[in-house]
């Protein structure tokens, strides 16, 4: 599937979510004020008063009805949506997850961690938060966040204790589905419109409680009601449109949900090749006591986002959230017997032997093939490289990564050996240290370090003062091996540093944002992997920007000349040291944009295109919309094989900025079996509308 008609697709279907979500709304406001009209008209009269004909309508009374269901479902759903504002991991811990630390030893969760961490490096992601749901003993997983910058996944205490690693993944490479083809955004978004409707069944059961107390419970002195039954019936009434409101959401819930369970079990299997993988945790789940049902009471809202029926629903089959479970079987595996599995713990003797198998395959498919280099060096591959996972392949640099675009928000099973050939690389201490905090923090200042002189001098004072003494000592003792993973590595190394680095407090995130500057402006010139370093640590410490917000849709690429020229130019002087190189990939690259616009962009001087600039230009793009993200990754890919000579810096810059722009882009080493050109559109198109 094109990863950005995917993303068009869930922006549409958006909108279809808002229609479909004003017509419930638009129900309930009459249910409510039918209900009302009804309960008024038989309340008791005065004594000595003929009762009238009962009137159906009552502008008055419509009005505050209307009025006030408004404030209840609108003030619900901005509640919701303000508390998820944080993304995958607000959902998470709403639904009672518990974050797994990074450097856990349990082998349960190393396993998980492991083939976490494997699908992101080999999708282009940053690391996602990870969350096991304790208190569930049913099956089931769920992939949540506004973009990749704050996705979370999660899976169930039963879930992580019963499934065989094959299975695991399976059940991982559908929810990594979700995040790569532009779910989560939408399944946050349902979850928050959603609460207000179903605030109303929560209203009238305290209505119905109150009432029954005050005045249907006990009578009056004089025998009189007191009103009590009035309320009684209004309790009952919204308790009756809450389950209204519920159908309607399941039926949200199930118009955008079903045909997308069916996509994201394709992709799993193509991703791991192994249909045997999800179909054995559908098998689990349909064999279980449990099933995969949650006992968590906010399953409701959220039975969208989980990997199978999350709520036992009192709705027929064609509201459920998810396609029945012996339907996704057949479609992954045709061979099914019909027979489920019953789940058992897993044994833990067979889990160490799955991982050393693991670890064996990793070792298999040999090292990054990248040749290895210090910073700033920009090495070009002149030579052909293997390329792991796919039989007799490799190609010289510029062909590998002739239409990487089109491979963007593409998971096969060639990027997951990739993605475990790199890993393989990072020898244990370091991949040790990413895993806590401060190791991170070392992790990432020696990412930045020279090998040594006067300039490593500089740094080294630079760190002491800015990160510790400590920090210091340990980033020297981890420049050598992480020199030895090669420049391949270090884009991988520092997305495996970010689960450890969000749990940094606010003062030491600040710390290690003010020290990046200075290290990398130490020699005097800025590298273009100190551009992706720095913007990507800015997105994902604390105290960064609202990841909610991020995630909007602003101005198209007609009114972004101005950064896209910056980030062209950043780009081709990558490649190029020499004014003639710089602007002959610069015009390569600007071609893409149409001859009217690419006359109008000129290359800028390598001496202005400072950290801060050239961040603050990709901060402007992020909100582009997505046909015009894939212009403008169509013009970079452009720029990068210009000169038919590919370096690691390019590689590393050309990734970090689709990763800013929310377009994952799998390790390009692996892209040569994608078509060669790049689609490109004017940049003087009309601005695309957004949502």
């Known amino acids: 599937m094109d990863f950005f008609e995917a993303q068009g697709r869930a922006r549409s279907l958006s909108r279809r979510l808002v229609l479909l979500y004003g017509l419930a709304v638009t129900l309930i406001i009459v249910g409510v004020y039918l209900t009302l009209a009804v309960a008024l008209q038989l309340s008791t009269p005065e004594q000595g008063v003929e009762p009238g004909p009962i009137s159906l309508f009552d502008p008055t009374l419509f009005a505050i009805v209307a009025v006030g269901m408004l404030l209840v479902i609108g003030g619900g759903s901005a509640f919701r949506t303000a508390q998820l504002r944080r993304g995958g991991p607000a959902v998470a811990e709403l639904l009672g997850g518990r974050r797994v630390d990074p450097g856990s030893t349990d082998p349960l969760e190393r396993r998980l961690l492991n083939v976490v961490e494997e699908m992101a490096i080999a999708s282009g992601i940053p690391v996602p938060a990870v969350y096991v749901l304790d208190g569930e003993q049913g099956i089931n997983a769920f992939a949540a966040g ?19 690693r094959d299975e695991l993944q399976g059940v991982m490479a559908h929810e990594f589905s979700h995040i790569l083809n532009g779910d989560m955004r939408l399944n946050v978004r349902l979850m928050g419109v959603l609460f207000g409707i179903l605030l109303l069944t929560v209203i009238g059961r305290g209505i119905l409680r109150g009432g029954y107390y005050s005045g249907a419970g006990r009578r009056s002195r004089g025998g009189k009601d007191g009103g009590g039954g009035q309320i009684v019936l209004v309790g ?73 029926e999350g709520v036992r ?176 590595a270090r884009l991988p190394l520092l997305e495996l540093c970010l689960p450890a680095l969000r749990s940094l407090d606010e003062g030491r995130a600040d710390a ?118 894939r212009v403008l990754l169509g013009a970079l890919e452009r720029t990068v094989r210009a000169d038919r000579a590919v370096t690691v810096e390019e590689l590393e810059l050309l990734r970090a900025v689709a990763e800013a722009l929310d377009v994952p882009m799998p390790p390009l080493a692996v892209a040569d079996e994608v078509p060669p050109e790049a689609p490109r559109e004017p940049l003087d198109a009309p601005p695309a509308a957004s949502d």
């Open 313 to 488: 629903s009192a709705f027929s089959r064609t509201m459920a959230t998810h396609p029945p479970l012996d339907v996704r079987i057949k479609r992954v595996d045709p061979s099914w017997d019909g027979t489920f599995i019953e789940p058992e713990p897993v044994n833990m003797a067979r889990l160490r032997s799955e991982e050393r198998d693991a670890a064996k395959a990793r070792g298999a498919g040999g090292g990054p093939g990248v040749p290895k280099g210090s910073k700033g060096e920009g090495m070009p591959f002149p030579l052909p490289f293997p390329v792991p996972g796919f039989p007799g392949g490799s190609r010289g640099g510029s062909e590998m990564l002739a239409g990487a675009v089109l491979a963007a928000g593409t998971l096969e099973a060639g990027h997951l050996a990739h993605a475990r050939s790199i890993l393989e690389s990072i020898p244990d201490g370091v991949r040790a240290a990413t895993r806590e905090p401060e190791g991170a923090v070392a992790v990432v200042a020696a990412l930045l370090l020279a090998e040594g002189g006067p300039l490593r001098a500089r740094q080294d004072e630079i760190v002491e003062r800015l990160l510790g003494a400590e920090t210091l000592s340990r980033a020297a003792e981890l420049r050598a091996p992480l020199a030895g993973a090669g420049p391949a």
């Open 512 to 629: 290690l944002r003010a020290a990046v500057g200075p290290l990398s402006r130490a020699d005097g010139e800025v590298h273009v992997f100190d551009f992706a370093l720095f913007h990507l640590l800015r997105r994902a410490l604390p105290g960064g920007p609202d990841p909610a917000s991020s995630s909007r849709v602003g101005p198209g690429l007609g009114r972004r000349r101005g950064e896209a020229e910056t980030l062209l130019s950043a780009l081709a002087w990558a490649g190029a040291r020499e004014q003639e190189g710089a602007e002959a990939a610069f015009r390569a690259g600007a071609a893409s944009f149409g001859s009217g616009a690419a006359g109008a962009l000129a290359l800028q001087p390598m001496a202005g295109l400072d950290l801060e600039r050239v961040d603050e230009a990709l901060t402007r793009l992020e909100t582009l919309p997505p046909k015009d993200r």
């Open 236 to 308: 009952i009434a919204l308790i009756i449109l809450g389950y209204l409101g519920v159908f309607f959401g399941r039926l949200i819930q199930a118009a955008v949900s079903r045909q997308r369970e069916f996509l994201a079990d394709a992709a799993a299997v193509q991703f791991t090749r192994n249909p045997l993988g999800i179909s054995g945790a559908l098998r689990k789940i349909g064999g279980g006591a449990a099933g995969s049902k949650l006992e968590n009471h906010h399953a409701q809202e959220a039975g969208h986002l989980f990997f199978s």
């Open 146 to 164: 506004h973009t990749i910058h704050d996705a979370a996944v999660a899976i169930t205490r039963g879930g992580l204790e019963t499934l065989s």
